[in-house]
T-cell receptor, first 115, second 111 residues
Framework: DGGITQSPKYLFRKEGQNVTLSCEQN?????MYWYRQDPGQGLRLIYY???????QKGDIAEGYSVSREKKESFPLTVTSAQKNPTAFYLC??????????????FGPGTRLTVT | QKEVEQNSGPLSVPEGAIASLNCTYS??????FFWYRQYSGKSPELIMS????GDKEDGRFTAQLNKASQYVSLLIRDSQPSDSATYLC???????????FGAGTRLFVKA
């Protein structure tokens, strides 16, 4: 089955620890994205990548880092510098070409709780 | 500041009725528009995309786009309790891959 997987589904960490969220896709999509969603709010873009070995900051990149070493994988690290890391994190991908380039498909999400 | 505005709701409709969800956006250059459905605790699911002015129908769903008014809407015909969810409007802005999401409208369909 083609799709996007995120792991783990739930993650608990102590304040001051870095944590890495996994995102893998087998849709052969070029573009991948990370969003954060807080209760009752819309999605806010953290980082996005249009192609392997390239990525751009979104609207709320401070305290986060990413890498894009493989087309299939786009891991997100939440660092200790992120002041309010507790949130629902969503990974998405899109074809990244013309026409249907911007239709994004989401993974199931990772719910991170930092105490 | 690029914005996508939605009425947060909740919008409550009886089963079998038409639910009408609305969205406005700020950038006149926008060319790609999307509606996502998000059940509580789950990730968003793409249900409609629309790229040109007018109506686009897919089953019980109709997306409507009016670029002159910077307005996009989603109609759900014959609403079912299973349609109860938050509906997110999303707009892709020209010049890049960034998509701006609205905060969503909560829809309740009463049996």
């Amino acid at each position: 089955d083609g799709g996007i997987t995120q792991s783990p589904k739930y993650l608990f960490r102590k304040e001051g620890q870095n944590v890495t969220l996994s995102c893998e896709q087998n849709l052969n999509h070029d573009a991948m994205y990370w969003y954060r969603q807080d209760p009752g709010q819309g999605l806010r873009l953290i980082y996005y990548s249009q192609i392997v070995n390239d990525f751009q900051k979104g609207d709320i990149a401070e305290g986060y880092s990413v890498s894009r070493e493989k087309k299939e994988s786009f891991p997100l690290t939440v660092t200790s510098a992120q002041k309010n890391p507790t949130a629902f994190y969503l990974c998405a991908s899109s074809l990244g070409r013309t026409g249907l380039a911007y239709e994004q498909y989401f993974g199931p999400g990772t719910r991170l709780t930092v105490t | 500041q690029k914005e996508v505005e939605q009425n947060s709701g909740p919008l409550s409709v009886p089963e079998g009725a038409i639910a009408s969800l609305n969205c406005t956006y700020s950038d006149r250059g926008s060319q790609s528009f999307f509606w996502y459905r998000q059940y509580s605790g789950k990730s968003p699911e793409l249900i409609m995309s629309i790229y040109s002015n007018g109506d686009k129908e897919d089953g019980r769903f109709t997306a409507q786009l009016n670029k002159a008014s910077q307005y996009v809407s989603l109609l759900i015909r014959d609403s079912q309790p299973s349609d109860s969810a938050t509906y997110l409007c999303a707009v892709n802005y020209p010049g890049g891959f960034k998509t701006i999401f609205g905060a969503g409208t909560r829809l309740f369909v009463k049996a």
